[in-house]
């Protein structure tokens, strides 16, 4: 190659570099900052870059996800928040529950942040109003507490002459006094006394289902919580071993054998905060986005366990079922 030739051609990988390098930069990023553990996700991770997708967003293509896991390990979340504001990144996605979205809240008032819950976000203090959230931040929310009647309603249904029922709960959970005080007085009119039992890890599932069925608990709810998400194969497992009849908060634990689910669509809220993520990317203002509430809810009933069980499950039920796993 002749000198003015390897010259030129020199100077066309070195004006290319910072074209390349100008692209990765203008990249997007989002903050993905969850209070619990990456394992037993992938559904819902599945549904949070679906609602990417929907609004012309792929990961590694042309955004970037930064993904944060506080284990269960709340003083985390407020250095995750505080790390991805300093990045900075262009949006924060505060996944399950309130705390990673207020934290990411007193993080940065600038940095556009999308919450994922089953709180009240304005009674929390997350937003101002639902249909006006203001500042900069808005985001999804189940309204949990809504629908602890309707769950109740079915376990009746399905366990006729319920008198005393377990909640399952993580004492050290950052929604766990909130869950139980919103379980008292829906049981309390259908006069069912309710005993808590409790696991703070995994380990301790074995116990605490002994001690349901000690307490002659006749059914039990499992109370949404990301340690029972993480170990939703020990908890099924437990339940089947002591023939105790539960109900869970999210299907997943359906179809890896529970019994039964009646939820908003846990995957369908974070396919809700996918697309909240990629309008905010889009030019959208968290301000003028009003919280997303479920249109979208699922009974689903798992009739081989049910037998299991000696449960009878009646045809009002099945019909009203979205999903029945034979």
């Known amino acids: 190659m002749k000198r003015r030739e390897f010259i030129l051609a020199l100077g066309g990988v070195v004006a290319a570099i910072p074209v390349a390098s100008a692209q990765q930069a203008t990249m997007p990023t989002i903050g993905f900052l969850d209070s619990g553990f990456a394992k037993g996700m992938d559904a819902y991770l ?34 995750f928040a505080a790390e991805l504001a300093a990045r900075p990144v262009d949006v924060i996605v ?44 808005t985001g999804v929310t189940r309204m949990s507490t809504a629908l602890i009647p309707k769950r109740l309603g079915v376990l009746r249904e399905l366990v006729p002459g319920m008198s005393k029922l377990a909640l399952l709960v993580n004492p050290n959970g950052p929604q766990t006094a909130e869950q139980i005080r919103d379980m008292q007085e829906p049981t309390r009119a259908l006069g069912l006394q309710l005993h808590i039992v409790e696991a703070g890890n995994e380990s301790e599932l074995e116990a ?9 608990a006749q059914a039990l709810i499992v109370a949404s919580d990301n ?27 359906v179809r890896a054998g529970g019994l039964m689910c009646y939820s908003a669509s846990l995957a369908d809220s974070f396919r809700q905060a996918g697309v ?14 009003p919280v997303l509430q479920p249109d979208k809810f699922e009974l689903i009933l798992n009739l081989k366990t049910a037998k299991a069980l000696g449960l009878t499950v009646p045809p009002t039920l099945l019909a009203t079922a979205d999903e029945v796993i034979e």
């Open 46 to 79: 599945d549904g949070f870059r679906r609602g990417l997708k929907e609004t012309g967003y792929a990961e590694g293509e042309n955004v970037a996800i930064v993904f944060r896991w506080s284990e269960g390990r709340m003083d985390q979340l407020k250095t």
């Open 276 to 289: 909240y993520a990629g309008r905010i990317l889009r030019g959208a203002k968290p301000a003028e986005l």
């Open 208 to 216: 605490t289902f002994a001690e349901a069925r000690k307490v002659n």
């Open 94 to 137: 505060g996944s399950r529950g309130p705390a990673p979205g207020l934290a990411a809240k007193a993080a940065t008032s600038t940095i556009p942040v999308v919450f994922q819950t089953g709180s009240d976000p304005v009674e929390i203090g997350l937003v101002a109003s639902m249909n006006r959230p203001g500042g900069n931040v």
């Open 227 to 253: 340690l029972f998400i993480g170990a939703r194969g020990r908890v099924v497992e437990q339940a089947a071993q002591h023939a105790l009849p539960t109900i869970y908060f999210e299907p997943e634990s």
